[in-house]
Structures are given as structure tokens and as C-alpha cells.
């Protein structure tokens, strides 16, 4: 006769402790927070274009600034790198912060600033000059390579990453003017990250370009969260919902409402969020 044997209980394996972050928030908001815009108003003369802004922007995310024209998401997105500095009777009151610092401190350089925070504009500007010194200018001026071999692993880097070294690596003495509009852009964006910034700002980057093109800025957004904060203005919500993990809207110089992206669009809590995404203004 067999002896019976009594089931063991089974063995539980204990879960990892799961972190603890904020209730409610989206992986992008589990970053860092890179920078904090608070209270921020701006005037051009004697018209206020900007009205108590508010917002966080985080590490290793993209947030995408939507509304209609002249709404304030381009003029605010040019308060981040401090570009509206060189307009003549522009003012801005309130708080900006990049890691914990005031950029607007009268102790900032906005050179440097705008080292650390890079811009691309909505037409591709290259300068007048090769491929390879559009690239080159950035590190050259901050002086970030002490030789020439490290200058060229720098252009040729920064060329990689922004998905056009193989196609200009054979003319990298010839006009940037001289590439199409797609390729002029992510030559600006090779720019932009030559000098390792934390930050990207990118105001309508696809607006003058093709399908395909957009879907090449589109990829390469992608690719460069992975390292750096990114921040695009565009007048595309198809776009937006496609690139972006958090983002925010704006309406006659107001932020009327920021959440994850996947909730902006299926459930807003602004009406006019609302009205705006299902197109009845804008």
C-alpha cells in the first residue's frame, strides 16, 4: 500500500517591490523633470501674448504644444531657449527653470543656455556654408574638440544620428542649400545636436515637407528621446498623437489643459480642448 504524500503548499515567489511614482502618471512623467515653466507671461509692447503659464516638462519625453494659430505655443516654446530675447520690446514675467536653474538669472549666459537647449525652426535654415560646417560650426564655436580628428567623429556622429550621414557622406564638402527640404531639416537637427543639448525644441519641423520626410523626422523623434528632451509645436494633432507622450493645449495665449497624450484625445477635461480636437475651431 502506498503511503500517501500530502501536497506542498507551492512555493510563492516574492514580487519586486514595484517603485513608487506619482498616482496618475504617464511613463513620460516618470522621468526626470528636465523643466518647469510657472506663472509665465509675455508681452510684445503693450499686447499680452502669453497668460500664466504652467508647465512641467520631463526627461527622455516628448511633449507636443497644439492649438490653433496665434494661440501662444510657438511664442512660449521660444521662452525655453530664451529666443525672444533679440525681439525689440518683448518682456517675460514669471518662473523658468531647466534642472532647478532660472535661465532668465542675469547670470546666464543665453549662449550657453541655448548650447544645452537647441532649436529647430519650421523652415529648414541651413547655413551658407558646406555640409560638413553647418555640422562643424556649433562645436567649433563652443569649443568642444580639441582636434580636428574629434571634430569630424562629432559631425560624423551627429550626421548618423540624424539618419543622413550614408546619404551625403560622398559630398560632405558641397552646399547644405544644396540638399532637398528633408534632408536640409534633419541637417539642422544634425546642428542642433552637435553640441550634446539636453533639450530640443522643434517649432513645426515638418510643415514644409512631404509625407515621407515628416515619417523620417517623425522616426527620428523617436530615436532621440531616448536621449534628450524634446519639445515640438505643431499645427498637426495626427502628428502630435503620433510623436508625443504628454500633450499640452493652448488657446489665445493660455494653456488651457496638459495630460497624457492618449487622454487629450479620448477624454479631454476642457470643453475647448474638446471643441478643438474635434474640429469645431482651429
Known amino acids: 500500500m502506498e503511503a500517501k504524500v500530502a501536497p506542498q503548499p507551492a512555493v510563492q515567489t516574492p514580487a519586486p517591490p514595484v517603485p513608487e511614482t506619482k498616482a496618475g502618471t504617464s511613463p513620460a512623467e516618470q522621468h526626470a523633470l528636465k523643466m518647469k515653466a510657472s506663472n509665465v507671461n509675455l508681452w510684445y509692447g503693450e499686447k499680452q501674448a502669453l497668460f500664466d503659464v504652467d508647465l512641467e516638462i520631463f526627461d ?13 505655443k510657438s511664442t512660449f516654446l521660444r521662452c525655453l531657449d530664451r529666443m525672444n530675447d533679440v ?7 514669471g518662473d523658468i527653470r531647466l534642472d532647478g536653474q532660472d535661465i532668465y ?23 551658407p ?11 567649433r564655436i563652443h569649443g568642444l574638440c580639441s582636434t580636428k580628428a574629434e571634430l569630424e567623429e562629432v559631425v560624423v556622429g551627429s550626421l548618423t544620428r540624424a ?39 522643434m517649432d513645426e519641423p515638418c510643415s514644409a515637407l512631404d509625407p515621407i520626410a ?4 517623425e522616426d527620428l523623434m523617436e530615436e532621440l528621446k531616448e536621449q534628450l528632451c524634446i519639445v515640438i509645436v505643431t499645427h498637426s494633432m495626427q502628428q502630435a498623437a503620433r510623436v508625443s507622450q504628454r500633450t499640452a493645449f493652448f488657446h489665445l495665449g493660455k494653456l488651457i489643459e496638459v495630460d497624457q497624450t492618449s487622454t487629450i484625445f479620448t477624454n479631454p477635461k476642457e470643453q475647448r480642448t474638446q471643441d478643438y480636437i474635434t474640429g469645431r475651431f482651429g
Open 87 to 93: 525681439i525689440d520690446g518683448c518682456r517675460v514675467s
Open 60 to 72: 527622455r519625453s516628448v511633449t507636443a504644444l497644439i492649438g490653433p494659430s496665434g494661440c501662444g
Open 105 to 127: 538669472d542675469p547670470h546666464v549666459d543665453p549662449v550657453q543656455l541655448r548650447a544645452r537647449v537647441g532649436m529647430v525652426f519650421q523652415k529648414p535654415n541651413p547655413f
Open 129 to 139: 556654408k558646406s555640409i560638413f560646417e553647418n555640422v562643424a560650426y556649433g562645436p
Open 163 to 201: 539618419g543622413l550621414f550614408e546619404e551625403v557622406k560622398d559630398r560632405l564638402q558641397e552646399p547644405g542649400t544644396g540638399l532637398s527640404g528633408g534632408q536640409q531639416q534633419r541637417l539642422c537637427i544634425a546642428r542642433a545636436i552637435s553640441v550634446n543639448p539636453e533639450v530640443l525644441l
Open 214 to 217: 515628416t515619417a523620417r523626422i
